[in-house]
């Protein structure tokens, strides 16, 4: 009985975590739960950009990449190649080109907490993705994909809102075939307080 209790109490301590997130496969639907947004569509980006762990500064966050194997990268291109399209858009965006068998992440870490994180992405097959949320609680992985989102694939729009301010977000990609998207128009902000 001692056991039962504690591993009903763990239940309940874990679903509060989790209870606190909200993800979002469309952007309209995102936009109508937030207020004051920011969004960064990399329009200042002139000449490719590495993306490494030292960080990029960018408008309200600090953008970071690290993997295993040095082929792997991160880069903010002024167009996107064609395959990579953002919702049919190549203008500048950021792209990740994995190897295979490689482990990498793709951290934005933001300048002030934050309840609201938005991101176009190409609707290309991710692999073994897992995006971990963090707050002053602690980490929150949303695995498997959102609801709405075709498994395998995040695209073409991937949101979330939470209760808790938000100090950084990581896409982790496994060990698994070789994955290549790209995000463009980052959307920052807060949650409207009915949401």
Do not use: C
């Not at 993800?23 to 207020?35: E, G, H, I, L």
């Not at 947004?37 to 590495?50: I, K, M, P």
């Not at 970071?64 to 792997?72: D, G, N």
């Not at 695209?155 to 950084?168: H, N, W």
């Amino acid at each position: 009985m001692k056991y039962a209790v504690a591993a009903l109490l763990l239940v309940v301590e874990v679903s509060a975590v989790h209870a606190g997130l909200k993800t979002f496969t469309d952007r309209d639907r995102f936009t109508a739960a937030v207020a004051v947004l920011s969004t960064d569509g990399f329009e200042d980006t002139v000449t490719a950009v590495d993306v490494t762990a030292a960080g990029l500064d960018r408008p309200g966050y600090k953008l970071s990449f690290t993997a295993e194997k040095p082929e792997s990268s991160a880069k903010l291109l002024p167009t996107l190649p064609k395959p990579r399209a953002v919702a049919g858009d190549r203008d500048a965006g950021l792209t990740y080109d994995g190897e295979y068998w490689d482990f990498a992440e793709l951290t934005f870490t933001f300048d002030q907490p934050i309840t609201a994180f938005a991101v176009d992405t190409s609707p290309v097959a991710t692999n073994a993705l897992l995006i971990v949320i963090e707050t002053a609680n602690g980490p929150d992985v949303i695995d498997p994909l959102p609801v709405g989102a075709k498994e395998g694939f995040l695209g073409p729009f991937f949101g979330v809102t939470s209760s808790e301010p938000i100090t950084s977000i990581t896409f982790e990609q496994g060990y698994r075939k070789k994955p290549k998207f790209a995000f463009d128009d980052v959307t920052l902000g807060t949650v409207r307080r009915n949401e």
